[in-house]
């Protein structure tokens, strides 16, 4: 599966959209690309995923650019409860998940 | 939909002991369940792929005596940790494939605490 780059940390103001990159140039054709987050403590929770086409869910947006080669999730409102750890992924359909170091995202009030 | 658990949430345990910890898909079937690792300020670390009724598959340097893994059914992983160390304290976290969707859905972790 295709490594994946994120910045290490970001922060972001409350109410105001947080907008996390992910830069997978090494990409394959068949390999899509995820999200999850993970809040202290807990265990990572899925957030969306695609492979070409951007995609909206109830949490995020997921835009991926037309070479594929990195995407941006996009929290359209954020809460102080979206402070987490988010992980972008590439995995081809059936791999296992290889976390990386992931987006440690604060939100401020 | 898609929910994980598992139990216990905390343990503590004496060194030289096991411990088994359940991962249970509580609204749908799974044949593939992954076991992971967490230990503080470091990312998951993926430890072994449970298929139901086969043996597991281990990742590299993970010792598949000492992390004992059953998937007996479709429903159900078990990670046992025998002979523990206080090197082996740390965050399990369990996982479990969505056949339809093949999204992987994880349940909320085990802290485990050897003394």
């Known amino acids: 599966d295709a490594k994946t780059t994120q910045p290490t940390s970001m922060d972001c103001a409350e109410g105001r959209a947080a907008n996390l990159p992910c830069n997978h140039s090494t990409i394959s054709g068949n390999e899509y690309v995820y999200w999850y987050r993970q809040i202290h403590s807990q265990g990572p929770q899925y957030i969306i995923h695609?492979?070409?086409n951007n995609e909206t869910n109830e949490m995020a947006s997921l835009i991926i650019t037309e070479d594929r080669k990195s995407s941006t999730l996009i929290l359209p409102h954020a809460t102080l409860r979206d402070t987490a750890v988010y992980y972008c992924?590439?995995?081809?359909?059936?791999?296992?998940?290889?976390f990386g170091t992931g987006t440690s995202l604060t939100v401020i009030p | 939909g898609a929910v994980v658990s598992q139990h216990p949430s905390r343990v503590i345990c004496k060194s030289g002991t096991s411990v088994k910890i359940e991962c249970r898909s509580l609204d749908f079937q799974a044949t593939t369940m992954f076991w992971y690792r967490q230990f503080p300020k470091q990312s998951l670390m993926l430890m072994a792929t449970?298929?139901?009724?086969?043996?597991?598959?281990?990742e590299q340097g993970v010792e598949k005596d000492k992390f004992l893994i059953n998937h007996a059914s479709l429903t159900l992983s078990t990670l046992t940790v025998t002979s523990a160390h206080p090197e082996d304290s740390s965050f399990y976290i369990c996982?479990?494939?969505?056949?339809?969707?093949?999204?992987?859905?994880f349940g909320p972790g085990t802290r485990l605490t050897v003394l």
């Open positions: 996982s479990a494939r969505h056949g339809s969707t093949d999204t992987q859905y």
């Open positions: 992924i590439v995995r081809v359909v059936g791999n296992q998940f290889y």
């Open positions: 449970s298929n139901e009724g086969s043996k597991a598959t281990y």
């Open positions: 695609g492979l070409k």
